[in-house]
């Protein structure tokens, strides 16, 4: 299911404070966040890429599977970047910050445990660097260039990229990846319909409302989900959009090990339209509140165990 929009809807304007001047792809930012770039998207690609790694695109073209060919995109990365050989670039014994393992599974795992984790501002700051969207919230709104928060998001930034193996290029071919796997596969040639849990407004900015259709500005990358059940935990709002693949950096089956059976989509960010779905009345039955109580709470307990392993970790670098 697509929807139809109103013509006067192309009109709605990206804000200038979620676009920035450069980027390296081929669709300018304004465009790439536009609604015109949703009812109508063209091919988008990162400069460079697939000319650098024409024969990795090669070798897939010949594989049988999509089992052979993730297995053969997960050997190429660890060839290409020595993901399997830390001392050929650089990493010796004793170092005091050891990231070996700080490559592009650990970022999406990063994010899936926490939108708002060091591997998720990585992310974040690739999007702005490679698309021209702004990030504009990161545990907290980042409108003020100068607030804490904003600093609190370049050192995480920072700390995430610091004596790691190229990870913004790995994370080029994985999105390049992604969008090969994305255009075999028919069902998804004319979009995605995919929901988004909506609990905190600060991140999710409305620009257009008319009954349950909306416009709405994305943050510059945001997790959906094609299981409306599953976006339903994370929001007492449900918005629901058709939502074009050539946005989508990664997504649950594309990486074995990770994203498993969460029917999770990463959505590099801008104007969306859709319908906003309220989920339950103030009367709705017990039953569905207290199950949706205790799905919340598991979240929240993995949240927090994920958040003390990786700062023990971090202690014992020190």
Known sequence: MSFSAPHTLTEVAVPKSALQSLSRCNVPPRHLASLQFQFAPSPLTLDGILPMHKSLFAYLDQCRSRQERSDLFARYMTAHFLLDRPEDNGWHAGQQCDRRK??????????????????AAVLKAWVASRFGLTTRFHGGSLADADGKQVNAYTA??????????????????????????????????????????????????????????????????SSFAADKERADEFGDS??????PRQKILCYDGLLPGVLQSE?????????????????????????LCQTRQRRRDVAQDTFKTYGNQRLRMERRLL
Request: charged share 25%; with cysteine; glycine share 8%.
């Open 102 to 119: 700080a490559d592009y599974r650990r970022l999406i795992q990063g994010w899936h445990m926490d939108s708002a984790s060091r591997e």
């Open 156 to 221: 995480a930034c920072a700390r995430g990229l610091y004596n790691t193996n190229a990870l913004a290029s790995q994370l080029d071919l994985l999105y390049s990846y992604a969008q090969y796997e994305l255009e075999r596969d028919t069902r998804y040639h004319n979009g995605l319909r995919l929901f988004r849990g909506i609990g905190d407004s600060r991140e999710i900015r409305p620009l257009y409302r008319c009954g349950k259709a909306a416009v709405l500005l994305l943050n510059n990358l």
């Open 238 to 243: 449900l918005f629901e959009s058709h939502l």
């Open 263 to 287: 029917a999770e989509f990463l959505v590099i960010g801008g104007l969306a339209y859709g319908q906003v779905i309220r989920l339950y009345s103030l009367s709705c039955d017990n039953r």
